[in-house]
């Protein structure tokens, strides 16, 4: 019995590794890849709002950083990369030159390269304080393009979803977890109630707020949300 015992713990290792073969796939192409990155205990497909509503009139311009990875050999000189934009769902939909700057434009090419001995870049995405962004949303599909460099890699971290405004939108981090935890259910009533309250204290009720509380949801400090939960129930009444 210890005998079989001993195979099995032996055979274990090797089942893993063909299940996780089998899960991803083994790349073994001679091609040089691209995949965007994404954060920790999020989808794939998780939308980024950002909004210009906190800002002063003066700030015009606003800056996503997004990451991208390699899959192939590393090399010893520096490779760009291509971005384009592709349509995502009905709404409105980003325009180049007016809510966003072109990913070709000198102001930012620069960055879209990987640098020599690199697998990993992050690199921005300038977005613009058009007039239109008061009256609505639009939305930017950033997608990984072909170049002599890179082709996409796998299918599913090919795209980032930017929403823009300058109204309010619900910051990223109010989810599922910051509904539990202090603010309940999302509404923007409520939202400017928050900003209002919190206005004296220098606090932004932006995405920063929230992912200081629950942006892990493995270490949630509960303190602090408790007093941010007793503090809006005061402010309320």
Not at 119 to 140: A, C, H, M
Not at 161 to 171: F, G
Not at 176 to 191: D, I
Request: include cysteine.
């Amino acid at each position: 019995m210890k005998k079989i015992n001993k195979y099995i713990l032996w055979l274990l290792p090797v089942f893993g590794l063909f299940a996780c073969e089998d899960e991803m796939g083994v790349y073994n192409s001679p091609e040089n890849r691209l995949n965007f990155i994404y954060e920790p205990f999020t989808m794939a497909d998780t939308v980024i709002p950002r909004t210009f509503v906190y800002d002063v009139e003066t700030r015009v311009f606003d800056t996503v950083w997004l990451e991208v990875e390699t899959m192939g050999y590393v090399e010893d000189h520096e490779r760009s990369f291509a971005l384009e934009q592709v349509k995502k769902g009905e709404g409105e939909q980003a325009v180049v030159g007016k809510h966003y700057i072109a990913f070709d434009d000198p102001l930012v090419a620069d960055y879209y390269k990987i640098p020599a001995g690199k697998n990993t870049v992050r690199f921005p995405i300038i977005l613009k304080r058009d007039p239109s962004l008061k009256q609505q949303e639009v939305t930017l599909c950033v997608q990984i393009g072909h170049n002599e460099n890179f082709i996409p890699g796998y299918e599913k971290y090919q795209k980032k979803i930017i929403r823009v405004a300058d109204i309010l939108m619900q910051p990223k981090y109010w989810d599922f977890y910051a509904s539990y935890y202090f603010a309940g259910k999302y509404g923007k009533v409520k939202h400017q109630f928050m900003i209002d309250a919190t206005a004296d204290l220098g606090i932004k009720m932006n995405d920063d707020f929230f992912y200081s509380l629950v942006g892990n949801p493995n270490s949630v400090d509960m303190g602090m949300t408790d007093y941010w939960f007793y503090f809006f129930t005061r402010k309320l009444a």
